[in-house]
């Protein structure tokens, strides 16, 4: 079966950084397209970053030269580096694995918080 587990979130100030991690068990990150969604409140889930296997990434465009997603095969962990955090950032961040129409295939992990507030 299979387990997402984020963690790395917490309450930074505007234009703060943080870090986002994501351990994978039963499945391999370097097998899948990795992605980062995140959901505010009263808002649906959006997919704001994803990686290929061959290590191609996309963003959203409301974070595109902000954040960076990255995976270490080895520890099989996908990480999302957000830098120039804004309050409309403000969300809880998800992992998933992907399918080819960029969809979520397994069950959502609980998540980790993010807010971003002077």
């Known amino acids: 079966q299979v387990q997402l587990v984020e963690s790395g979130g917490g309450l930074v100030q505007p234009g703060g950084s943080l870090r986002l991690s994501c351990v994978a068990s039963g499945m391999g990150v370097a097998l899948n397209v990795m992605g980062w969604y995140r959901q505010a409140p009263g808002q649906l889930r959006e997919l704001v970053a994803r990686i290929s296997s061959g290590l191609t990434t996309n963003y959203a465009d409301s974070v595109k030269g902000r954040f960076t997603i990255s995976r270490d095969n080895a520890k099989n962990t996908v990480y999302l580096q957000m830098n120039t955090l804004k309050p409309e950032d403000t969300a809880v961040y998800y992992c998933?694995?992907?399918?080819?129409?960029?969809?979520?295939?397994?069950?959502w992990g609980q998540g980790t918080q993010v807010t971003v507030s002077s």
């Open positions: 998933n694995a992907l399918n080819f129409r960029f969809e979520p295939l397994h069950s």
